[in-house]
């Protein structure tokens, strides 16, 4: 079956990348040390780097980043928690279900006044966008 070894290979694939994000931690590891050596011998020096680093870099993240002015604004850079945050969220964004590119996940729906299951896909009809709104009526 195509659709079998499909999954195996998606599975594979996945299973490789998720290998790959582990083991760069012992890179990232290094980093962390070598940033709060640095940051230890010279504080200015890393803020500069860091500036530098970035220069030129438009992303939202960067651009809420370039107001901060000394060391203690990038105190998260120089924690172990930025790793195994970075790390966790990297696993997460690979193993989840959706994935860009791919086809949209089909959860099982149940109808509530028929106890009936029905796919997500089969409220999708051609030409018309399948809005689905999660939120709170109260």
Same mark, same amino acid.
């Not at 996945?14 to 962390?32: D, G």
């Not at 029905?118 to 051609?126: G, N, V």
């Given at each position: &079956?195509?659709?079998? %070894?499909?999954?195996?290979?998606?599975?594979?694939?996945? %299973?490789?990348? *998720?290998?790959? *994000?582990?083991?760069?931690?012992?890179?990232?590891?290094?980093?962390?040390?070598?940033?709060? *050596? =640095?940051?230890?011998? &010279?504080?200015? &020096? =890393?803020?500069?780097?860091?500036?530098? !680093?970035? !220069?030129?870099?438009? +992303?939202?993240?960067?651009?809420?980043? +370039?107001?901060?002015?000394?060391?203690?604004?990038?105190?998260?850079?120089?924690?172990?928690?930025? =790793?195994?945050?970075?790390?966790?969220?990297?696993?997460?964004?690979?193993?989840?279900?959706?994935?860009?590119? &791919?086809? !949209?996940?089909?959860?099982?729906?149940?109808?509530?006044?028929?106890?009936?299951?029905?796919?997500?896909? +089969?409220? !999708?009809?051609?030409?018309?966008?399948?809005?689905?709104?999660?939120?709170? %009526?109260?």
């Amino acid at each position: &079956s195509a659709l079998g %070894c499909q999954v195996l290979i998606m599975r594979l694939g996945a %299973c490789l990348k *998720v290998l790959l *994000v582990i083991l760069k931690i012992p890179v990232q590891l290094f980093i962390f040390l070598i940033l709060n *050596v =640095v940051k230890l011998i &010279s504080p200015n &020096s =890393v803020f500069k780097l860091i500036s530098f !680093a970035h !220069a030129g870099d438009t +992303s939202q993240l960067w651009k809420d980043m +370039s107001k901060f002015r000394e060391n203690q604004d990038f105190a998260f850079i120089f924690s172990l928690d930025r =790793v195994k945050n970075q790390t966790k969220f990297q696993i997460r964004d690979i193993i989840k279900e959706a994935q860009v590119g &791919s086809a !949209a996940p089909n959860p099982t729906l149940m109808d509530l006044s028929t106890k009936a299951s029905t796919p997500l896909l +089969s409220f !999708a009809k051609a030409g018309r966008p399948l809005v689905v709104n999660f939120g709170s %009526c109260t």
